[in-house]
């Protein structure tokens, strides 16, 4: 069997720069590193990470905690997460935590207090006290996106403002009677959803519609929002003309309702969502664009930060929502 | 510090049993699991998952590759692995391997060679020559689902049949005018969407309409089926009476794009898909069902039979997909 020594004479370099470029720690030419791997490829060379993460004390790994994995902004911030951690040989070991679950009671019971990462990135985790009580006691870096913790670094967009913009660009339009669609079901209201509830009723207050604000609650998905549009926009009395939901797909979800119902959009209902879905040019939705790849991205940086520098204090990085108007909404009709 | 001797005496155990039910390894009742997690948790006691490793020659750990974790199958597949995994008390180290990344490169090249994991599940992941040479080298099992790969094992469902069963289900509607829609489009022409094509068009010959046999190519997604559709619908010289979709998502974008044309379905034009994704309902889609948790977990069964008996011959595991009709098909209308 092969060992460093065959990798390093082959590659032409010494030890120790076969070892930096095998084990990723220290800095090491891209070209230096690709004749390395080279060599140790051509020997079957591999070194033991067992023994390369007891010498470094680095277990060369990112712990990413999320409660889903199948909806767009989870998926995306996982892309945006997995990209910088492939690009400093950093491996990523998922933890998929969904509320109320015995799998997530066992991810922090046991999984996250293994410690076989350096640090921890949690996505729209919203811990319980007991679990932020574990995550705590952890003792490595923790980075959040969208969280509310205190204590840590978090990533996030300013949730009041994104919808407190939408609701204005619906009033700006003549609209009074405006729902706000989703979030509110079962027990785990997140609390991303209900930042942006309160965006949308402190700008109905500013404009003097504190008396027509409603919120009519729906799971958090495209057929939860079109389970809860088909409900609301059935009855020509009761229905709004416009709707602020709580992301783009509750709003994309409500236009699929629409069209169903024979509720034109935008002429009989206009539509907001908050996010820039992949879905949302297909559907012309006017939304509040923000940029979850980026926001993963971010969280990396800021974790290897932390890593670099143990008693860095806590940061929040808060990236700003852009309106971008498509064709779901428009003046309301005079009647 | 603590040390695995306090952690016994406090839960009253002996230091093996204690040992076992810390790192999972060898049998342990759930009651003093408990016991010795509390007693650790209590004592701050986290063994060292490193030399855990080096003792065991076992990472507890299993290596996950797919190309996209933002489609639903994938994202089904993931959560039908991520559950049983949790289970046992291993990791998931996820590669996300899009084809022609440079990401992808690194993935074969570098991070599967430094075999942090027990074994391996390759989910759609169609490695090109270079790359399957690269996988055999790791000396790992690896499972694959949706694979074509000899000399592994195999978790998929006969997506001849699928497409097959689709197409004979719109012919026994009186359709003869019926597309196959999806796939095709770039460098990857996925091995998945190609079975799907050629049970198409297998049953299309067998019930003489060969010449009436139509591919029209679309990416992969409920965007690309969209975009795909409005081209195909638009003119109705030229539109067919029936499609059948290469998956849901695509049968949903056409569905989308048939409402926006005021194209009715399924009057003027019925539609089937192969997946039962999660909007289907939502879309009225006849389709053919296939389980992806399913097919997760049963690569997770397989994947752990290959760990406890190394010189097991690789299984093809084959799921058969079931026709569910809703209302996006119907018979063809007399002329």
Known sequence: MS?????????????????????????VSQATRSRVLDAAASLGYVPSTSAVSLATGRTRNVGVVMPY?????????LEGIQQPLLERGLDLTLYDAKPGTEGRARIFDDFLARKRFDGLIAVGLEPEDRE???????????????GADEGSSVVSIDDDYAARRATEHLIALGHTDIVFLGGGVGEHWAQVDRRRLTGYEAAMAEAGLASTTRHVRSEVSI????????????????????????????????IIASRRLGVPVPGALSVVGIDDHEYAEMFSLTTLQQLPRQQGAAAVELLLAHLDEPHRPPTSVQMQARLIVRSSTSALAQA
């Not at 120790?16 to 084990?23: D, F, I, K, M, Y």
């Not at 199948?70 to 911030?77: L, S």
């Not at 932020?132 to 969208?146: A, E, F, K, T, Y």
């Open 3 to 27: 060992g460093i020594a065959d990798v390093a004479a082959l590659a032409g370099v010494s030890k120790a720069t076969a070892s930096r470029a095998l084990t990723g720690s220290g800095h």
């Open 132 to 146: 932020l009580q574990r995550l705590m006691q952890i003792g490595r870096p923790i980075v959040s996106v969208v």
């Open 69 to 77: 994995v199948n909806r767009w902004f989870f998926a995306e911030v």
């Open 223 to 254: 057929p939860g929002g079109y389970d809860a549009a088909v409900d609301l926009l059935g009855d020509s009395r009761t229905r709004p003309s416009a709707l602020v939901a709580v992301c783009d797909e509750v709003a994309i979800g409500a």
